[in-house]
């Protein structure tokens, strides 16, 4: 079955490390999404990428970075400069026509300690 | 710019009905809806678009006042599945330019 996965469902780091989580999706679907998800904000949007080799920040990039070598493939890093790291993150892709349902990841929850 | 979403919660009697509200500052392109369950990934409802196009779901309707820039889904009969959190996520105007940005949510609570 297609779909998307994210890896690893539990992370822990110690402060100041960066630290990458994996997004890989089987549904070839060109674009691709990452929100940051804490209690009482809902969903909001990191970084987001309609093509290979090309993203664009959304907002709350700061100390995030995204890379998008590949069509199947959106990893996020989360850098020592991001200032409160811990929380729910989901990954997401669409169908190159916009305005298409979003298909969600089930999430990787990142303790930073 | 995050859309408004109200009311932040609500709790049901099964088979009552509940409206959840979006609103947006922008001129909006197209509304969309996701229920989220705890612990769960978020799940397509519907897409509204500019214009009157709808997709999604058979059981659950919603309207899109594009003057207002607002969006309402209405679940009427609520079942006990209907319980989770309900996000809406907006396009700005000008088209898909794929950039979805979502309100903080309503928890939706349907009780025996």
């Known amino acids: 079955d297609g779909g998307i996965t994210q890896s690893p469902k539990y992370l822990f780091r110690k402060e100041g490390q960066n630290v990458t989580l994996s997004c890989e999706q089987n549904?070839?679907?060109?674009?691709m999404y990452w929100y940051r998800q804490d209690p009482g904000q809902g969903l909001r949007l990191i970084y987001y990428s309609q093509i290979v080799n090309d993203f664009q920040k959304g907002d709350i990039a700061e100390g995030y970075s995204v890379s998008r070598e590949k069509k199947e493939s959106f990893p996020l890093t989360v850098t020592s400069a991001q200032k409160n790291p811990t929380a729910f993150y989901l990954c997401a892709s669409m169908r190159a026509q916009g305005s298409s349902p979003l298909h969600f990841g089930n999430g990787t929850r990142l303790t930073v300690t | 710019q995050q859309p408004v979403q109200s009311p932040q919660a609500v709790i049901l009697r099964e088979g009552e009905d509940a409206v959840i509200n979006c609103s947006s500052s922008?001129?909006?392109?197209?509304v969309h809806w996701y229920r989220q369950k705890h612990g769960e990934a978020p799940v397509f409802l519907m897409i509204l678009l500019k214009g009157g196009e709808q997709k999604g779901h058979e059981k659950i309707s919603a309207s899109f006042n594009e003057k207002k820039q607002q969006s309402s889904l209405y679940l009427t009969a609520s079942q006990l599945s209907y319980s989770g959190t309900y996000f809406c996520g907006t396009e700005g105007s000008g088209g898909s330019n794929y950039k979805l940005t979502f309100g903080k949510g309503t928890l939706l609570t349907v009780n025996p």
């Open positions: 549904l070839n679907h060109d674009a």
């Open positions: 922008k001129a909006l392109y197209s």
